[in-house]
């Protein structure tokens, strides 16, 4: 059974940094691409990140390039999102997606 786990949202302040966690049961990372989505209150969820079973990445928003990074690790069977500078408009429900799955989310909040 597919399940994706979600950790490591919380309030930080503007200009701080978070890394996501997605911990990925019932299927191995490594053969299928997972993605990080997320949605602001109000809006459209919107891709974030991408990294394909070969390990390549894509961040397709240029308000996130630079500043998010998408990772793995195949042993631990998780993946991750590095997130720095983090602006108020960050602030949204972060989700992880492969296989046509969804995780909970992890709410992440910039403000001071």
């Known amino acids: 059974q597919v399940q994706l786990v979600e950790s490591g949202g919380g ?3 503007p200009g701080g940094s978070l890394r996501l966690s997605c911990a990925a ?7 299928y691409v997972m993605s990080w989505y997320r949605q602001a209150p109000g809006k459209e969820r919107e891709l974030v ?4 079973a070969a390990g390549g990445t894509t ?4 308000s996130m ?3 998010f990074t998408i990772s793995r690790d ?6 991750y999102l590095e997130m720095n500078s983090l602006k108020p408009e960050d602030t ?14 992890t709410l992440v909040t910039v403000s001071s």
Request: hydrophobic residues 35%; charged residues 15%; aromatic residues 12%.
């Open 11 to 13: 309030l930080v302040q």
């Open 92 to 105: 949204a429900v972060y989700y992880c997606n492969a296989l046509g799955y969804w995780g909970q989310g």
């Open 74 to 79: 195949n042993a631990k069977n998780t993946m």
């Open 25 to 31: 049961s019932g299927f191995a990372i490594t053969r």
């Open 59 to 62: 961040t397709p928003a240029d």
């Open 65 to 67: 390039k630079g500043r």
């Open 49 to 52: 990140a991408r990294i394909s």
